[in-house]
Structures are given as C-alpha cells and as structure tokens.
C-alpha cells in the first residue's frame, strides 16, 4: 500500500487490517510498530523500496499522490511518474491486482495540472496489463482531514464562502471501506472506474453541504456567500503569495475548485453487492467534527 500513512490511506490501513489483511506499507519516516503492518522506508521515487513492498503481495493498492504542488512538472511527478513506479513493482513482483485511486478531476484534464496528471496516471493503469479497477473519489472528509478543515472553520463561525455549482461528496470511513472491498474481489471489479458517494441523488449544491458542516458543528443557520470564478482565481495566486507551499488554495486548485459539476456520473456507482454507503453524511460530519474537536483543531 502507498499512502498509508496519508488522510485516506491511514483509513484504508486501519480499515484493512481490522479485516484481517496484513499489510506492507510504504513510508518515509519512521512509524510505530502496529499489528499487521510491515512499514517499508522508502518513497514513490525508489524503486527499490517499492520491489520490497510488492513482494509477495496479493493486491497493490495506490492511494499516495499530491494535490497541492506549485508546478505542472510536480503533478507530473508525484502523480504519473509515480504511479509508473508503483505499476512497474506490481508487474515486476508478479502481482496481477491493482487498485488505483485518481479523482473525479480526472474527468476534466483540461481544467487543472492536478486532473490532467490524475488523468495521465489512470492511463498508464489502464494499459499496465494488470487486473485493475480505478477509484475517482469526489470530495473526501473525515477526521484528519485538513483540505476541508477551513470550510468547518467557517461555518462554526456562521458564514462561509462556497463556489457556485455542485459537488458529491464521500466520509473517508465509506471510501476505505469500498477499497478493502475491491481488495477481495477479482471478478466484478476488474477493468472498471468506479465513482462512490454518499448516495446523494445529484449530489450537493455547495450551499447546501456547507449548512450540513454547520449543523454538525451546532450552528442553526449558517450564511453562504457565492464565491465567482475570478474571485476564487485571485484568492489561488493571494494565499500561494502569503502562505507558499503551505497554501490550501494554489492557483491551480482554485481553477478546479471553480469547475460547477463535480457530481459522481450517473451509473458510474460500484453495484450495490460490492458496497453501497452506510453512513448518513449528517452523522458522519458529525463524526468528523467531534474529531476536529478532540484534537483541538476547530
């Protein structure tokens, strides 16, 4: 497994080895011991370090890859070369399963450098050769969160800026459960592209997600304040002046952000033997926020 020391990889981990998978996981700093794991030091750019973590395994799982990076070259580092690594392990190592998780931006890789190498990725994992099933999650949140951490910030506080348009959405806890599940099954899921929420027909406006993030957070009414394109355009380039590599919203995240329709496509749902979510979204933003709260984040 990449990623797993990451926001949904660490789900995904957790959720594995409760189900009785022991797990190699790749990781850059040194982790604590934990049942079931084996950690393997090394990264996306040394291949020998991910020979070591396919050996002998029975699935691949890639969940590592970078959202927020200043540079198309980056995208294309951290998420096409990258993932060109992590196929050639499998393959090399003899191992036919893969699943590979992208995002719903993958669709439109004109918009963004993130979508346009989230796309490059999938199609190397589509002529790998491999038994593969790709995973587009839309917008993922959960405890340990922190990409959507300033929008719970904002609606504790009674007003929020949202971007026009419509989103789906998915708690991590549902996506890692809809991973391991992918895990063990090499017959339905093979050769397909999956796009998994919260059940939601037609998704969220963003209004409407963001008065779902106050209640979670105890706010009866909370106000929402369009946010345009352009204006979301020139807040990429301003947080990326004040907070350089520790922005949130880069230029390129902001175009995406921009985009009106990231709703998961019709059909395009696992079928409902493999997974169908469990969690109503309310009481897991709830989850969520009880998180935030306890390790003092909101």
């Known amino acids: 497994m990449t990623g797993a020391t990451g926001f949904v990889g660490g789900a995904t981990l957790r959720r594995a080895v409760a189900a009785g998978w022991h797990v190699r996981a790749l990781t850059r700093r040194p982790q604590p011991e934990q049942d079931g794991v084996t950690w393997i030091a090394g990264a996306l750019d040394q291949p020998g370090s991910l020979a070591e973590m396919a050996a002998g395994a029975d699935v691949v799982m890639h969940i590592a890859g970078v959202v927020s990076v200043p540079t198309r070259a980056a995208f294309e580092a951290g998420n096409v070369t990258a993932t060109g690594h992590v196929v050639d392990a499998a393959r090399a190592a003899g191992i036919a399963r893969f699943i590979h998780v992208s995002s719903l931006a993958a669709r439109e890789p004109g918009i963004s450098d993130y979508g346009w190498s989230k796309a490059r990725a999938e199609t190397l994992v589509r002529a790998s050769g491999l038994d593969w099933t790709i995973v587009r999650p839309p917008a993922v949140f959960g405890p340990g969160d922190t990409e959507m951490l300033d929008m719970f910030r904002m609606a504790r506080r009674g007003i929020a800026l949202v971007p026009n348009g419509r989103l789906s959405a998915i708690y991590v806890d549902e996506l890692a459960r809809l991973l391991v599940a992918l895990a ?115």
């Open 184 to 298: 063990a099954d090499r017959d339905v899921s093979t050769g397909q592209t999956y796009e998994p929420d919260d059940g939601r027909t037609n998704g969220w406006s963003h209004r409407s997600f963001a008065r779902a993030i106050g209640r979670a957070v105890g706010r009866r009414h909370v106000s929402t304040l369009a946010t345009p394109a352009l204006l979301l355009k020139a807040g990429g380039r301003l947080d990326t002046l004040v907070r350089r590599s520790r922005a949130k919203l880069t230029p390129d995240r902001a175009r995406y952000i921009a985009h009106p329709d990231w709703v998961v496509a019709a059909g395009a749902c696992p079928p409902p033997e493999l997974w169908r979510p469990e969690i109503e979204t309310g009481e897991a933003l709830t989850a969520t926020v009880n998180w935030y709260r306890r390790e003092g984040w909101l």
